[in-house]
């Protein structure tokens, strides 16, 4: 089949989940408006960055397209006179950077194109519905029987992955939806493997797996095709939204927020879990729960997208999940995601932190039994509980399944073996990027507490006190200098051997463990040289203490009765001869 026929090579290796942070660090005034100098960065990297130049205008203007989203952003108002006053630029400032913070740490808004092209537009700036419909056309010359309906547009989160309502020109009543992505950062297949695996995918028969009517891929891309339901998601149900309806519409800000019957939560939950053990014991990576990613029909829930893991795309949860080392492997993975997923049953809404410290009311203990099992703080440092453990526990145990369809889904060994290779390189992507990320954390959180008021308040008591004590030690150790001194000169007179200014004669007794004395000054040439066989001892120089201590002394004894009379002849008048 000729379908791309001139395809790029190779997958997309920019993981679009990694989460993107910005700061404004300056703003210039030109001559009719201000621009804003932003710092944006990709995950915890430093090095990772780069700056854009955006005006209030840039601003305005993303801000009027995220109002499909319904949610009230901070973006600071519009002022047409006095907007190039330094204090209203420095107050305006401040608003834009809480306005980038808000759409940032949006967990929906943080990953549309939107957001993405204001940030980081040299890695966003292709159009991938224009893309994704050559890449279609192209499929359609080879395969005639099926023709577009309608683009539905941005019906999904993914920004590389298009999607697009068809039919069959014999069936023109029924609807299919089909959808192509990129390949993505996980991609590990062979391409020969990948093309045989997403094409086993529509021999793939199970009462909770949707079914795939017809599936391709090559080296870059793929194309999957599957019957369109009216009745849409298990998200689009929770939230009372139009399946058809863009993702920022239906989700960001739902008008009512109510939780699933006990009994639906009870059902829908087991049927997942279900489907969820028999891809585990097939070794079939999924990595891909979320509640847009599970198809109703009538009251049966059917799992969507067994293909992102083949095509190697990050999963919708994926920047949650890497913050916690001990969620390691694409098990573990689709757990931490049931655990958001019956969240949403619950209360009818996502979980506002992750851990979550305290559950609102649920219908039941049982309920809050199994999150906390998943969701807690606990749960995230001991790692997650296996779905045959939360198949096993009492929400779950006693719901009859009455589907009596048998499971189909034959993987030959040779696949078998290269998707669990597959599997084993993803799961070392996510372990380095958590190692990663705890090392930033670390680091971080170092920082701030070297530079909390409280710890340079215990650093300046420190250095005073080092310098207390430098001080006495100086104070000591002058004095004993001084008591030195004093010792040295009361004994100079008498023993000038013992004099520290006195040289020590050489040993002549050969080698010995004390070391021995610097050799003295040399003597005036007047002097005969010294005996070889009996050293001289070179007289003593005076000592300055010594000196000083005479003077006093003498001073002290000084008797004016002692002192002789004296005649002076004085020769200084003039003589006349």
Same mark, same amino acid.
């Given at each position: 089949?000729?379908?791309?026929?001139?395809?790029?090579?190779?997958?997309?290796?920019?993981?679009?989940?990694?989460?993107?942070?910005?700061?404004?660090?300056?703003?210039?005034?030109?001559?009719?408006?201000?621009?804003?100098?932003?710092?944006?960065?990709?995950?915890?990297?430093?090095?990772?960055?780069?700056?854009i130049v955006r005006r209030y205008s840039d601003f305005d203007l993303l801000n009027n397209s995220l109002q499909i989203s319904a949610l009230s952003l901070p973006l600071p108002p519009k002022k047409l006179i006095g907007n190039m006053e330094r204090e209203f630029i420095a107050e305006r400032q401040k608003g834009l950077q809480?306005?980038?913070?808000?759409?940032?740490?949006?967990?929906?808004?943080?990953?549309?194109?939107?957001?993405?092209?204001?940030?980081?537009?040299?890695?966003?700036?292709?159009?991938?519905?224009?893309?994704?419909?050559?890449?279609?056309?192209?499929?359609?010359?080879?395969?005639?029987?099926?023709?577009?309906?309608?683009? !539905? /547009? =941005?019906?999904?989160?993914?920004?590389?992955? @298009?999607?697009?309502?068809? #039919?069959?020109?014999?069936? *023109? &009543?029924?609807?299919?939806?089909?959808?192509?992505?990129?390949?993505?950062?996980?991609?590990?297949?062979?391409?020969?493997?990948?093309?045989?695996?997403?094409?086993?995918?529509?021999?793939?028969?199970?009462?909770?797996?949707?079914?795939?009517?017809?599936?391709?891929?090559?080296?870059?891309?793929?194309?999957?095709?599957?019957?369109?339901?009216?009745?849409?998601? !298990? /998200? =689009?149900?929770?939230?009372?939204?139009?399946? @058809?309806?863009?993702?920022? #519409?239906?989700?960001?800000? *739902? &008008?009512k927020i109510q939780g699933?019957?006990?009994?639906?939560?009870?059902?829908?939950?087991?049927?997942?879990?279900?489907?969820?053990?028999?891809?585990?014991?097939?070794?079939?990576?999924?990595?891909?729960?979320?509640?847009?990613?599970?198809?109703?029909?009538?009251?049966?829930?059917?799992?969507?997208?067994?293909?992102?893991?083949?095509?190697?795309?990050?999963?919708?949860?994926?920047?949650?999940?890497?913050?916690?080392? @001990?969620?390691?492997?694409?098990?573990?993975?689709?757990?931490?995601?049931?655990?958001?997923?019956?969240?949403?049953?619950?209360?009818?809404?996502?979980?506002?932190?992750?851990?979550?410290?305290n559950f609102p009311p649920a219908p039941s203990v049982f309920v809050v039994s199994v999150l906390e099992s998943i969701l807690t703080c606990e749960a995230m440092k001991n790692g997650m509980p296996t779905v045959s453990r939360l198949l096993q526990m009492p929400l779950f145990s006693d719901v009859l399944l009455t589907n009596s369809e048998k499971p189909q889904f034959k993987i030959p060994t040779k696949l078998k073996e290269a998707l669990k290779i597959s599997k084993e390189c993803i799961e070392k992507r996510l372990t380095e990027e958590q190692k990663l990320i705890h090392q930033h954390r670390r680091l971080t959180r170092a920082q701030s507490h070297h530079g909390s008021e409280e710890e340079k308040k215990k650093r300046k008591i420190l250095a005073r006190k080092k310098s207390k004590r430098s001080a006495y030690e100086s104070g000591e150790e002058h004095s004993a200098k001084y008591s030195n001194s004093n010792n040295s000169a009361g004994s100079g007179a008498s023993s000038p051997l013992t004099s520290p200014s006195s040289p020590t004669p050489p040993s002549t007794a050969g080698a010995s463990s004390i070391p021995p004395a610097p050799p003295p000054p040399p003597l005036p040439p007047a002097a005969p040289p010294p005996s070889t066989e009996v050293p001289t001892q070179p007289s003593p120089q005076p000592d300055v203490s010594a000196s000083r201590g005479a003077l006093l002394s003498s001073i002290q004894n000084f008797q004016k009765g002692t002192l002789k009379k004296t005649h002076t002849c004085d020769h200084s008048a003039p003589r006349i001869s």
């Open positions: 089949m000729a379908f791309m026929e001139k395809p790029p090579a190779g997958k997309v290796l920019l993981d679009d989940t990694v989460p993107l942070t910005a700061q404004i660090e300056a703003s210039q005034s030109l001559h009719s408006h201000t621009e804003y100098i932003i710092r944006v960065q990709r995950g915890v990297s430093a090095e990772n960055s780069w700056q809480a306005y980038l913070d808000v759409i940032t740490s949006h967990h929906i808004l943080s990953n549309c194109e939107l957001v993405k092209k204001f940030l980081d537009p040299n890695n966003y700036s292709v159009n991938y519905t224009e893309i994704a419909l050559q890449h279609v056309s192209m499929f359609f010359r080879s395969e005639p029987k099926w023709e577009v309906v309608e683009p !539905l /547009k =941005d019906i999904g989160w993914r920004i590389r992955k @298009k999607y697009f309502l068809m #039919k069959i020109k014999n069936q *023109p &009543k029924e609807r299919l939806m089909l959808s192509w992505a990129d390949l993505g950062p996980d991609k590990y297949l062979s391409d020969k493997d990948l093309q045989y695996a997403v094409k086993l995918l529509s021999s793939c028969s199970h009462p909770y797996i949707y079914k795939v009517t017809f599936a391709t891929a090559n080296e870059s891309s793929a194309l999957v095709i599957r019957p369109f339901s009216e009745k849409g998601t !298990l /998200k =689009d149900l929770i939230y009372k939204a139009k399946p @058809k309806d863009p993702f920022l #519409k239906k989700y960001c800000n *739902p &008008k699933l019957e006990l009994q639906q939560i009870k059902t829908y939950g087991r049927q997942i879990l279900e489907v969820l053990k028999f891809l585990h014991e097939k070794g079939f990576p999924y990595g891909h729960l979320h509640s847009a990613n599970v198809m109703l029909d009538g009251d049966t829930c059917k799992l969507l997208d067994l293909e992102n893991s083949l095509l190697g795309l990050p999963s919708f949860y994926r920047s949650h999940f890497s913050q916690f080392r @001990k969620i390691n492997t694409l098990e573990g993975v689709d757990v931490y995601c049931f655990g958001h997923l019956l969240y949403e049953m619950t209360y009818g809404r996502p979980p506002d932190t992750i851990p979550v410290d």
